[in-house]
């Protein structure tokens, strides 16, 4: 099992940036992606964008696309997402998550993003 740590989430206002970590410790070694997932109140749960763990290829969802950048510490369980130009229905909680062949079985207690217009 992975565990996951979030951090970084807060108020904003549109058009501005926000940063968010995830720390992973435990079994990582059979990680095969780590992603960001997000949801918004009354919503379904739904992906951002994932890394992948070894050859440090991403994937985003449309909807933040040239926006949004996932990127891994060198040597580091540490996965981050720099967000820039935040617009309000980027409001969510957002969730890491870890994947062992390209199945989400791990996830943190998620990080509450706000963005006010």
């Known amino acids: 099992q992975v565990q996951l740590v979030e951090s970084g989430g807060g108020l904003v206002q549109a058009g501005g940036s926000l940063r968010l970590s995830c720390t992973a410790s435990?079994?990582?070694?059979?990680?095969?992606?780590m992603g960001w997932f997000r949801q918004a109140p009354g919503k379904e749960r739904e992906f951002v964008a994932q890394?992948?763990?070894?050859?440090?290829?991403?994937s985003y969802a449309d909807s933040v696309k040239g926006r949004f950048t996932i990127s891994r510490d060198s040597g580091q369980s540490i996965i981050n997402l720099e967000m820039n130009s935040l617009k309000p229905e980027d409001t969510a909680v957002y969730y890491c998550?870890?994947?062992?062949?390209?199945?989400?079985?791990?996830w943190g207690q998620g990080t509450q993003v706000t963005v006010s217009s």
């Open positions: 998550a870890a994947a062992v062949r390209g199945f989400y079985k791990d």
């Open positions: 435990g079994r990582t070694l059979s990680t095969s992606h």
């Open positions: 890394v992948n763990w070894s050859g440090g290829g991403t």
